[in-house]
């Protein structure tokens, strides 16, 4: 399972914290994660060691979110890294999102997004 195509937010994330330091961003508005995001990070996401970048009260947890046309009723799904493998061996193409989440404060942003998948989006694979 080789990522491509990976894209990296952290600036974006690193301008916001700044906008939430400075007072130009509340923390309401930094920390606004939706309930199915938070219910997805609890039962679905992978804890990490980095602490909350707002809080700094629990780690950070990723919710890992696939989407592509050939996924049908996966599209959209919140899948694991053991799923994730399997899911590149079975589909041509696919966009994997990585969200941060902090189950504590509700601080969410997305973190990197990258394609997987064997290639080949024919459609006997």
Not at 35 to 57: K, M, N, Q
Not at 68 to 88: I, K
Request: charged letters at 25%; glycine letters at 8%.
């Amino acid at each position: 399972m080789r990522p491509r195509l990976i894209v990296d937010y952290g600036l974006a994330k690193r301008a916001a914290l700044a906008e939430l330091r400075s007072g130009q961003l509340t923390r309401a508005d930094a920390c606004d994660a939706q309930p199915y995001l938070l219910r997805a990070a609890r039962y679905h996401g992978e804890t990490t060691d980095t602490p909350c970048p707002v809080c700094h009260a629990v780690p950070l947890t990723l919710v890992r979110y696939v989407y592509g046309d050939e996924l049908g009723r996966l599209d959209g799904r919140v899948t694991g890294p053991a799923e994730l493998a399997e899911m590149a061996r079975e589909y041509g193409e696919f966009r994997v999102y990585v969200v941060e989440v902090c189950q504590s404060c509700s601080w969410n942003h997305l973190s990197r997004s990258y394609v997987l998948g064997h290639g080949d989006s024919s459609p006997d694979g």
